[in-house]
């Protein structure tokens, strides 16, 4: 109830009905649009690197590719380990394959996904 009968005062402040004044962040347009799109980001290369881990156990459990589920994974991946593939050796061991591509793929991604991020608040998240 204390929120409801606050007031946001011009300086970012908060001032309820009992008289307290706590500071509150407030955003502007652009930087609520780039904590948007930050979000959208972190969220498209989460999706990509939990594929490449699904991807991966499928692979170490002997999945068979015929299987619905398990092409539609390896079809969504491929194109995106396509330059990963014969940087390391693929032990296989009666159907079972340990793609130790896949596991450095989910690292570049998400380096890549964070270095994105990163470079997205230097260059706008003081914009006025």
Known sequence: ?????????????????TGRTSEVQVLTPNQET???????????F?????LIGLRFLLKL??????????????????P????????TNTPSFEGIEIE????IAIVVYSLLGW?????LWVLFARMK
Do not use: C, H
């Not at 109830?1 to 009905?17: A, H, P, W, Y």
């Open 1 to 17: 109830k204390e929120i409801q009968m606050s007031q946001l005062t011009d300086t970012g402040r908060v001032r309820s009905s």
């Open 34 to 44: 780039l904590r948007r799109v930050i979000g959208l980001i972190q969220l498209g």
């Open 46 to 50: 989460g999706v990509l690197d939990g």
């Open 61 to 78: 459990m002997a999945a068979n590719p015929a299987n619905p589920f398990a092409s539609m994974i390896y079809f969504i991946t491929s």
């Open 80 to 87: 995106f380990l396509w330059m990963f593939q014969g940087l």
């Open 100 to 103: 130790f591509f896949s596991l």
């Open 115 to 119: 270095i994105i991020v990163q470079l």
